[in-house]
């Protein structure tokens, strides 16, 4: 199987060359360029082709998008927006919406990221006194509580234009801080820096986590985990817009899974079905991951 598998790869290769010829002609594109380029997309099918891991992992891949896109069909008042890093590999793959959303309570991560890094630089501390808090106590209400008192005074500390740069030197480009909007890929990206410690020391990062567990909503994407995995999160509502962002630890597998809804209507009317809508995609991400 595997020497018909190969050698197919090579009769479309030389058919690639013929195709390559007709267009360097007509393009001036160089020959050799566009054989080079035919040869490293064969030879990578034929890798996958050739090591049944990848194949399970490309398909168990394909399954997911297809359904997570089937599953949003049923929701037509709603815009789904899902993003997937598997932490194990790095992949990062982007299901539906692609525009940025008003991220609600999500984005109280970036600002707890925010002040840690002022801790970092000597510029504050966890005992510094906010609004007649501690701003640990203050993280604390924020995250696990969903605290928007705890999060204005921090933002404030933080200063909104200092808040805009820093998500703009972790490259969250689509982080907008006077609108407070973000994609699910950039949010995404700011819970994987975190787990890797990229954000702040690890001792930190194990205190920012230890909030966003056992939160007071636990209803969207850890309602739907096996109750052996470990869940780091932020949800986050306000007007049609619910939104969860977790960090996921599973059997051996770790991985980042956000999912960004917004209704027509503007309201939360629909809420217990859309929580269905959340546990489906998780089940989905899950069979993914799993693989």
């Known amino acids: 199987m595997k020497r018909l598998i190969i050698r197919c790869c090579q009769v479309v290769?030389?058919?690639s060359l013929i195709i390559a010829g007709t267009v360097a002609a007509v393009y001036g594109v160089s020959r050799k360029t566009l054989a080079s380029?035919?040869?490293?997309?064969?030879?990578?099918?034929a890798a996958s082709a050739d090591n049944p891991t990848v194949a399970k992992k490309a398909e168990a891949k394909q399954t997911m998008i297809e359904s997570i896109q089937a599953i949003a069909t049923n929701y037509p008042s709603v815009e789904t927006s899902v993003s997937v890093i598997d932490l194990n590999s790095g992949e990062q793959t982007d299901i539906g919406e692609n525009a940025a959303f008003t991220a609600a309570s999500t984005t109280k991560v970036l600002t707890a990221?925010?002040?840690m890094q002022l801790i970092d630089q000597g510029k504050a501390s966890l005992q510094t006194t906010i609004s007649g808090a501690s701003a640990k106590n203050l993280l604390q209400r924020m995250l696990n509580m969903s605290d928007n008192t705890a999060w204005a005074a921090l933002n404030d500390y933080i200063g909104k234009a200092s808040l805009q740069t820093y998500a703009d030197s972790l490259g969250l480009t689509s982080y907008a801080a006077a609108t407070n909007t973000i994609t699910a890929h950039d949010e995404a990206q700011l819970m994987a820096k975190l787990y890797k410690n990229e954000l702040t020391t690890a001792a930190h990062t194990q205190l920012l986590f230890s909030y966003m567990h056992n939160t007071n909503n636990e209803d969207l994407i850890p309602a739907a985990m096996p109750t052996d995995a470990t869940i780091y999160h932020k949800y986050g509502y306000l007007g049609g817009e619910l939104h969860d962002a977790a960090v996921v630890t599973y059997q051996g597998h770790h991985f980042v899974l956000v999912i960004f809804t917004k209704n027509s209507t503007g309201t939360l009317d629909d809420y217990t079905e859309r929580t269905q809508l959340f546990h489906s995609i998780t089940d989905n991400v899950l069979a993914y991951i799993a693989a």
């Open 13 to 15: 290769f030389i058919a």
């Open 37 to 45: 380029t035919a040869w490293q997309t064969l030879g990578s099918k």
């Open 113 to 115: 990221a925010a002040y």
